[in-house]
């Protein structure tokens, strides 16, 4: 079984401020991938990034940044100096691996609404 | 453009009418999902595509939910004899799998389905 952990319903920032979304998930594969995707308030979820469970390299892209630990079981995503567009429903999603072609079920967090303040 | 499609963007009906949700994949992604998110909540798993074949159907909520896919491209989702719970955002992704793929979906826009 899948489970994917978002405990943060909603944050407020105010701009400039940095923020933690924080996602903890389960799996007992050994092989899976961990995403992140955006939705703003225009409604169309936007793939952010994409995490292989044998690499634990931390990324950074710009202003953002994940922190994936497998130790435990977490793949948090940073916004450094947070603007107004960032507000967004943020959704962190886990997906087995199959490599022999079979189904790779994703399961997505029930997502974390930040909301950053002018 | 390159991305999905869905349509219609909005749908309203009245209870007890059947409606029919139409995605369009990207070109060449074998997987397709449909997803259900209701006002302020997250993404409820319905049915996932393999080609033509729904491996899993497990996410529908009731017999009056079904879909098909034709020709490994477009599916379309039908809800018979909708009911006011029904009404949400219905989301259609596509990936392409394969033996190397790293299987992130990418997202249409969503039919708004309101159930008078």
């Known amino acids: 079984a899948q489970k994917v952990t978002q405990a943060q319903t909603e944050i407020s920032v105010v701009e400039k401020e940095d923020v933690t979304l924080d996602c903890v998930y389960e799996t007992r594969d050994t092989t899976y991938y961990l995403f992140w995707y955006k939705q703003p308030p225009s409604g169309e979820l936007v793939f952010l990034i994409r995490?292989?469970?044998?690499?634990?390299q931390n990324e950074i892209s710009g202003r953002y940044s994940w922190n994936f630990q497998k130790s435990t079981s977490s793949f948090n995503f940073t916004i450094t100096a947070s603007q107004v567009v960032d507000s967004a429903v943020y959704f962190c999603?886990?997906?087995?691996?199959?490599?022999?072609?079979?189904?790779?079920?994703?399961?997505f967090g029930i997502g974390t609404k930040l909301q950053v303040i002018p | 453009g390159a991305g999905v499609s869905q349509s219609p963007s909005n749908k309203v009906t009245e209870k007890g009418k059947d409606v029919e949700l139409r995605c369009d994949p990207i070109s060449g992604h074998t997987a397709l999902y449909w997803y259900r998110q209701s006002l302020g909540q997250g993404l409820e798993f319905l049915i996932y595509f393999q080609g033509n074949s729904a491996p899993d159907k497990s996410g529908l909520p009731s017999d009056r939910f079904s879909a098909e896919r034709t020709g490994g491209s477009v599916s379309t989702l039908t809800i018979q004899r909708t009911q006011q719970e029904d009404s949400a955002v219905y989301l259609c992704?596509?990936?392409?799998?394969?033996?190397?793929?790293?299987?992130?979906?990418?997202f249409g826009p969503g039919t708004r389905l309101t159930v008078l």
């Open positions: 992704a596509s990936s392409f799998q394969g033996a190397r793929s790293y299987n992130e979906q990418f």
């Open positions: 995490r292989n469970s044998f690499d634990e």
């Open positions: 999603a886990l997906s087995a691996s199959f490599y022999s072609g079979g189904y790779q079920k994703v399961t």
